[in-house]
């Protein structure tokens, strides 16, 4: 008992107050892209050469990234002679719309849109993990840690879909995993929210040419809120959860 | 045909052997002290599949291989070598080679087959519809958990015959997470190699991405950078220390254990986030390339990782024994889910699992990469082979790693990060092989005639070590089943690959 106190102490108090306090994100993190006014040189496609999962698409007036293709691997920003793409260390990378992913010259990314009301000071969800890597799954799961303390806002991820609001998907749903995909969704009460994490749930990510794959939630069921990132940051997940919830700053 | 697991051979040197006498060679060479590292059918044409044997030694030393001519039947080896049982079955599912007389064919990931069997064109399985081992009796009943399960975990499924509750026998149907990873790297090396690697497992990002790079310096013979190779095996031995940190507070979490819990979640977050400081992202993605590091570190960073560490060290020895010596927390993990070294060896457990149970398998140590000596990670092993067991090996290498990284760290070779590579060379076959924190990963290719790959196999540890999950419960209460599979924790898209 007294050794178990003792270490108590020792390990001391590590929740982070967020989102008051920014985050402490590594020197080298790769967040939301941005893409410069300048022109693109003649004939320059070295960008697109790069991009694994064909996230990139030549406007006339340069670039646009699909973040919710994009892997983050930052093969675009290395490549580019002129430096028009940058990668940020802003995590805040969460829409409610697949067009706010979208990043150009012109559309730095829409604003991440409307909260929904209901959901303000409780938000429980299904995790589903259909054909993901266990990575997206594993920053789901962190969240429940000291160091976020999900429960601090509210947010619950719960067993059955029964007492769920809605799902939070990861993967790209295999043919194997569809029919549970809809067979969980199916299972949670109206109102109920699609939520997909990572790439490979909005767009399939880099198994969007498997052909056991069905590129991503988005493909099967309306989808309410996407987090991009490979896998997103814990953050970034926190931020589009309380992006819905009306409580992101 | 003997190679060393860091060269490249030509298979067409090798005597290309009848189904028959295939079966006879593996069997041979397993009862000679040999296990299997890997087992997949190779494509000849369009009709035409050969099988291929990578057999790696008890001790070290050179692997062998043994390879088929197209064939569409052979003698199944699963009779006398319960390891080979799952991999009979998958090349069977994959492409219709059909081992006569293995004792229950069934699909493993439930996928369309690669091709129709010789003509006969098989229906897709549906995922999960096939005969399950069953118990009959009064009284005994069947617990059905899955594909979803209960928590934020990958999909799978189980059956348990129980008897009151007494679990019988557990058996696990996989193949959820399939993906169709290894038809996809294919034709490559190309932009999305390296991804498809580091998402072969998410958790294991680092490991599977060294076997690649290893496999693809043994076709070019290329000597890797030796800062780069010193830097991929410290991101390896963080990945261990993160996900070993995060087993042991989930199993003190399965028994009611909360402060290990609560820390090791913690902790293992540090550990991550060390990953990050060197390539940005907490799963180590895009800080490996054939011939080194994309990325190099400067002083500043290297004295800032040696300073995390020593912390995050520190806590987590403060958090695990705090649980490992608590009598509540003994009398759990005690004699739960135990498996001999005999039966270890028998369905060819590795990693922790194996040396829990006495197997000093460690590739670390049996086949260390290029550069490393063999004893600077010294091995960790226990006998009893029981859930104690498995959390203790795991607490050894947490020690264990976390001086390596130091010694490291304090030594790091000088010079560029990464040697470039040239491209692969054509009619080649190589193996690499890196001891992830779950186990021995090996991956094997084999380039065509223009240089691609013609096949590439993924063999992740828990392909070998699921059914050593199975075996663990029998005779357990079905109450020690989220115990017994945390002690184990394997990955399922590892598997279904």
């Known amino acids: 008992m007294f050794d178990v106190v003792r270490e108590r102490v020792r390990q001391g108090y590590r929740?982070?107050?967020?989102?008051?306090?920014?985050?402490?994100?590594?020197?080298?993190?790769?967040?939301?892209?941005?893409?410069?006014?300048?022109?693109?040189?003649?004939?320059?496609?070295?960008?697109?050469?790069?991009?694994?999962?064909?996230?990139?698409?030549?406007?006339?007036?340069?670039?646009?990234?699909?973040?919710?293709?994009?892997?983050?691997?930052?093969?675009?920003?290395?490549?580019?002679?002129?430096?028009?793409?940058?990668?940020?260390?802003?995590?805040?990378?969460?829409?409610?719309?697949?067009?706010?992913?979208?990043?150009?010259?012109?559309?730095?990314?829409?604003?991440?849109?409307?909260?929904?009301?209901?959901?303000?000071?409780?938000?429980?969800?299904?995790?589903?993990?259909a054909a993901g890597c266990n990575a997206c799954e594993a920053d789901c799961n962190v969240l429940t840690t000291p160091v976020f303390d999900l429960g601090s806002y509210g947010i619950d991820f719960v067993a059955a879909p029964r007492h769920a609001d809605g799902i939070a998907v990861t993967g790209p749903v295999s043919e194997n995993m569809r029919q549970?995909?809809?067979?969980?969704?199916?299972?949670?009460?109206?109102?109920?929210?699609?939520?997909?994490?990572?790439?490979?749930?909005?767009?399939?990510?880099?198994?969007?040419?498997?052909?056991?794959?069905?590129?991503?939630?988005?493909?099967?069921?309306?989808?309410?809120?996407?987090?991009?990132?490979?896998?997103?940051?814990p953050w970034s997940i926190l931020d589009g959860f309380l992006t819905l919830m009306g409580r992101s700053r | 045909m003997d190679f060393s697991y860091r060269e490249s051979v030509d298979l067409r040197d090798a005597p290309c052997l009848s189904g028959e006498n295939f079966a006879v060679e593996v069997q041979a060479c397993i009862a000679r002290g040999f296990r299997v590292g890997a087992f997949f059918g190779l494509p000849h044409g369009p009709e035409d599949v050969g099988l291929v044997a990578v057999l790696c030694p008890e001790e070290d030393g050179n692997l062998c291989v043994l390879h088929s001519r197209p064939l569409t039947s052979y003698p199944s080896m699963s009779p006398t070598c319960a390891e080979l049982h799952w991999f009979e079955r998958e090349v069977h599912e994959q492409w219709g080679i059909t081992p006569e007389g293995h004792p229950w064919l069934k699909p493993i990931r439930f996928h369309a087959p690669a091709r129709s069997a010789f003509g006969e064109v098989r229906p897709r399985p549906l995922p999960g519809q096939t005969s399950y081992f069953a118990?009959?009796?009064?009284?005994?009943?069947?617990?059905?958990?899955?594909?979803?399960?209960?928590g934020?975990?990958?999909?799978?499924?189980?059956?348990?015959?129980?008897?009151?509750?007494?679990?019988?026998?557990?058996?696990?149907?996989?193949g959820f997470q399939h993906r169709d990873i290894e038809r996809m790297l294919t034709g490559g090396p190309d932009a999305r190699t390296m991804h498809l690697m580091e998402n072969a497992a998410g958790d294991t990002s680092i490991g599977h991405s060294f076997a690649h790079c290893a496999l693809f310096e043994a076709l070019t013979r290329t000597e890797p950078a030796p800062r780069g190779q010193m830097l991929r095996r410290v991101a390896l031995e963080l990945e261990r220390l993160a996900n070993h940190t995060g087993d042991l507070g989930a199993l003190a979490g399965d028994v009611?254990?909360?402060?290990?819990?609560?820390?090791?979640?913690?902790?293992?977050?540090?550990?991550?986030?060390?990953?990050?400081?060197?390539?940005?992202?907490?799963?180590?993605?895009?800080?490996?390339?054939?011939?080194?590091?994309?990325?190099?570190?400067?002083?500043?960073?290297?004295?800032?990782?040696?300073?995390?560490?020593?912390?995050?060290?520190?806590?987590?020895?403060?958090?695990?024994?705090?649980?490992?010596?608590?009598?509540?927390?003994?009398?759990r993990y005690d004699d739960c889910g135990p498996i001999s070294t005999n039966a270890a060896r028998a369905c060819g457990l590795v990693g922790v699992a194996a040396r829990?149970?006495?197997?000093?398998?460690?590739?670390?140590?049996?086949?260390?990469?290029?550069?490393?000596?063999?004893?600077?990670?010294?091995?960790?092993k226990c006998e009893s082979g029981d859930v104690y067991a498995r959390a203790c090996v795991r607490s050894h290498e947490l020690d264990r790693s976390a001086d390596f990284i130091q010694r490291a760290l304090n030594a790091l070779p000088e010079g560029k990060s990464a040697v470039s590579t040239p491209a692969?060379?054509?009619?080649?076959?190589?193996?690499?092989?890196?001891?992830?924190?779950?186990?021995?990963?090996?991956?094997?290719?084999?380039?065509?005639?223009?240089?691609?790959?013609?096949?590439?196999?993924?063999?992740?540890?828990?392909?070998?070590?699921?059914?050593?999950?199975?075996?663990?419960?029998?005779?357990?209460?079905?109450?020690?089943?989220?115990?017994?599979?945390?002690?184990?924790?394997?990955?399922?898209?590892?598997?279904?690959?």
């Open chain 1, 15 to 129: 929740t982070c107050r967020y989102p008051a306090l920014a985050p402490e994100l590594p020197e080298r993190f790769l967040g939301r892209p941005r893409i410069a006014a300048a022109p693109c040189p003649p004939g320059c496609a070295d960008c697109l050469a790069q991009c694994p999962v064909k996230a990139l698409e030549l406007r006339p007036q340069g670039p646009a990234l699909d973040m919710g293709r994009c892997v983050f691997c930052g093969a675009c920003a290395r490549t580019c002679p002129q430096k028009t793409i940058v990668f940020s260390r802003d995590h805040r990378v969460a829409s409610r719309s697949r067009e706010g992913l979208i990043i150009s010259s012109t559309d730095p990314g829409q604003q991440p849109g409307k909260a929904i009301p209901l959901f303000r000071r409780s938000l429980r969800l299904r995790q589903v993990s």
């Open chain 2, 152 to 174: 934020v975990i990958e999909p799978g499924h189980f059956r348990f015959q129980c008897l009151g509750e007494e679990v019988l026998h557990l058996e696990i149907s996989l």
């Open chain 2, 356 to 380: 829990a149970s006495g197997l000093a398998r460690d590739a670390r140590v049996q086949f260390p990469v290029a550069g490393a000596a063999p004893g600077d990670i010294p091995l960790s």
């Open chain 2, 424 to 497: 692969l060379p054509p009619h080649r076959m190589a193996v690499g092989i890196i001891e992830g924190w779950r186990g021995e990963i090996c991956h094997v290719a084999l380039t065509d005639a223009e240089g691609r790959f013609a096949a590439y196999k993924i063999v992740d540890p828990s392909f070998h070590n699921w059914f050593g999950l199975a075996l663990a419960l029998r005779g357990q209460q079905i109450s020690d089943f989220p115990l017994c599979n945390k002690s184990f924790n394997l990955s399922y898209c590892g598997h279904d690959l």
């Open chain 2, 135 to 150: 118990v009959q009796g009064p009284q005994v009943h069947e617990v059905a958990v899955g594909p979803v399960h209960a």
């Open chain 2, 256 to 331: 009611g254990f909360l402060p290990t819990l609560s820390y090791c979640g913690r902790i293992r977050g540090d550990f991550l986030n060390m990953t990050a400081l060197l390539c940005g992202k907490r799963f180590g993605r895009g800080l490996l390339c054939p011939g080194g590091t994309k990325l190099d570190v400067d002083e500043a960073l290297i004295a800032e990782l040696r300073k995390r560490l020593a912390a995050a060290h520190r806590d987590a020895r403060g958090a695990v024994d705090l649980c490992l010596y608590s009598n509540t927390v003994r009398a």
């Open chain 1, 180 to 233: 549970a995909t809809l067979d969980t969704f199916d299972a949670v009460p109206d109102p109920r929210l699609v939520i997909a994490v990572g790439a490979c749930a909005i767009s399939g990510g880099i198994f969007r040419d498997s052909g056991e794959c069905h590129q991503g939630v988005s493909a099967l069921l309306p989808v309410d809120l996407y987090i991009p990132g490979c896998p997103p940051h």
